[in-house]
């Protein structure tokens, strides 16, 4: 008994850590979120173990805890397992007509580092594929100075990307509207169509590019820094998580 509560313990702390260092960047407090609500699950758990001979509720809260502990754990497995299978490159999409770059947070006066690198992908894929145009999606988020997709072509135009070559779609607040409102802006039903965003994020948007009738043919760009790709994971899982409980991903 006493080895099961220094091992909820042990746990609590180790998610505890690095949700308390999530605080120090804001692109990565996702975490303090969903380490810290760990931490705390483990927490309770070693309490209620720990309690077990007082009163039956504390044997019976504390089955429930392990259980639902087996079961994120499960699931957790399952789902990053379906985003490592999204994080590569179709060669389909050096054929496509069009090209939807997912949003992503924006500065004042840049884009997010985790952006800029779809961005680049982007101008990278143009060069290869010469028929290809971009759409930028992204509508103006809370605390961003203008539409997501503004910024986007902004960038890219300093890229010495022709304008002619981007589309806007800047209405958008999250990545089923990105592809929604493409698609019925510019009219992609039937067209060779591709998507591009980080890693971490392309099984989820290849699954909403074929609900929403588009070729979901994809190319990943790569998430800079360490933290912020492991904080994208745990969003992710809790993304995809949602769209499965809807009945949105299968």
Not at 111 to 119: G, H, N
Not at 134 to 160: F, S, W
């Amino acid at each position: 008994m006493k080895l099961e509560i220094k091992f909820w313990a042990a746990l609590a702390v180790l998610f505890a850590v690095p949700a308390a260092a999530c605080i120090t960047w804001s692109p990565i407090r996702f975490g303090t979120l969903f380490l810290g609500g760990l931490a705390i699950g483990c927490a309770c758990e070693a309490f209620f173990v720990a309690r077990i001979g007082e009163a039956a509720i504390y044997r019976q809260v504390a089955m429930l805890g392990r259980v639902l502990f087996g079961l994120f754990l499960l699931s957790f497995f399952a789902i990053q397992c379906l985003i490592l299978a999204g994080e590569h490159t179709d060669r389909a999409i050096y054929e496509a007509d069009y090209v939807l770059i997912l949003g992503a947070h924006i500065y004042r006066d840049r884009p997010s580092a985790a952006l800029q690198t779809r961005l680049d992908a982007g101008a990278a894929l143009l060069e290869k594929n010469t028929k290809a145009k971009l759409v930028l999606c992204g509508g103006q988020g809370e605390n961003e100075i203008m539409p997501e997709a503004h910024m986007m072509r902004d960038y890219l135009l300093t890229k010495g990307i022709a304008a002619e070559r981007l589309l806007i779609e800047d209405t958008s607040t999250n990545t089923i509207e990105n592809i929604i409102n493409a698609k019925e802006k510019f009219h992609l039903e039937g067209q060779k169509t591709a998507v591009i965003s980080n890693e971490f994020h392309l099984a989820r948007a290849r699954r909403l590019m074929v609900q929403a009738g588009l070729d979901a043919c994809a190319m990943p760009a790569p998430t800079p820094y360490r933290s912020l790709k492991a904080v994208c994971h745990l969003r992710e899982y809790c993304s995809t998580l949602g769209l499965i409980f809807t009945g949105r991903y299968f």
